[in-house]
């Protein structure tokens, strides 16, 4: 650490993202009001998944890989679904994070929830991607959109190529029932992703991952992480890829809960980030702060890199990105922006 030049770290890791989700803001408003967490996906998310190509999801992937360098993450565990552009769409997020040097792990997230040839086609994308060498897992959207033999053949897939399975779990309380179908399939590798309806004792191996403001936003309610003998981790949910200010939120949840929570705890859930994309360690930022310490930066706003190096090279220097036009990526999302809303409000 150096006070003069910044503090430095690792690269943050986002450990559930959604790229996709980038050009979600300022979209039309939804038929009606959502009143609850299923609304919320039927009303929303899964009108805005049905109405990606492939071309929204690469500038929508280029401006949220830009997104997180400028907040010092360089590496993304994104979690994806594009109904009617599943073939390829991991290569072209993939292909995306490497132009402006974000390292990212893709899965597909799978779903019967357009028929169990929909469930085969994601299936069949986590594939090809991970067989081509692609960085990833595989991808389940959830337990309560599979049926059980998806879930399995996912499981299966995974277990057949090394990798873990990324998958929703018991976000809302439609998702119950999810530890009773997970429990015989789920091993240490794989990403539960929120758990925030899972009963205590609920015995599914994996590292949890906790994405408070997303939580807070689906008024879900609090996952209460810290009660998990599992791993947990730190993730956006889509929310963008500010890890400091999601750690921020993440204390801040906890010691509403507990007068006693320390900082400390909602840092190591962070850091854990470390130990599932163990290459950001290799990254490093330099903070315009000089102390990268948890009880500072839990009560410190506006902390970001100067510059971000990956795996050697500098990709980002007095807050601007190296390898691409910040301006320029910006500008092509707006542009998608504006043809994916068009498509929004024509269904
Ligand atoms: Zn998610």
Do not use: K
Not at 20 to 33: E, W
Not at 182 to 202: F, I, K, N, Y
């Amino acid at each position: 650490m150096d006070a003069a030049n910044g503090a430095t770290s690792p690269g943050l890791v986002c450990a559930h993202h959604h790229l996709y989700s980038s050009l979600a803001r300022g979209m039309p408003a939804p038929p009606r009001t959502p009143t609850g967490f299923t609304d919320i996906l039927e009303l929303v998310w899964w009108r805005l998944d049905r109405a990606l190509d492939l071309e929204s999801i690469r500038w929508s992937a280029m401006l949220g890989a830009v997104e997180a360098l400028e907040r010092g993450c360089t590496a993304i565990i994104d979690h994806h679904e594009s109904p009617e552009a599943i073939d390829g769409s991991l290569d072209v997020i993939a292909e995306a994070c490497a132009e402006v040097g974000v390292r990212v792990s893709c899965a597909y997230g799978i779903t019967d929830r357009h028929g169990a040839d929909g469930a085969r086609r994601g299936l069949a994308e986590n594939e090809r991607y991970l067989r081509a060498g692609g960085r990833g897992m595989v991808g389940i959207h959830a337990a309560f959109t599979c049926s059980d033999a998806s879930l399995e053949a996912a499981a299966g897939l995974a277990a057949d190529l090394g990798v873990g399975v990324h998958v929703h779990v018991a976000e809302g309380a439609a998702d119950v029932g999810v530890a009773d179908r997970l429990r015989p399939l789920a091993t240490d590798d794989w990403l539960l992703v929120h758990g925030v309806h899972l009963h205590d004792d609920h015995g599914l191996a994996g590292t949890f991952v906790h994405n408070p403001r997303s939580n807070m936003n689906n008024s879900v309610g609090y996952a209460r992480p810290a009660r998990f003998a599992n791993p947990v981790a730190l993730g956006t949910d889509g929310i963008g890829a500010d890890m400091l200010d999601e750690f921020r939120v993440a204390y801040a949840r906890h010691r509403e809960d507990d007068v006693t929570a320390s900082p400390e705890t909602a840092w190591g859930w962070l850091a854990t980030g470390w130990d599932l994309f163990p290459e950001a360690r290799n990254d490093r930022v330099t903070w315009n702060d000089s102390h990268m310490d948890p009880w500072r930066l839990a009560f410190t706003t506006g902390v970001g890199p100067r510059t971000v190096e990956v795996d050697g090279e500098v990709v980002l220097v007095d807050g601007r990105p190296t390898r691409v036009d910040a301006d320029e990526v910006r500008a092509r999302a707006a542009e998608q922006a504006v043809r994916l809303h068009r498509r929004l409000e024509e269904m």
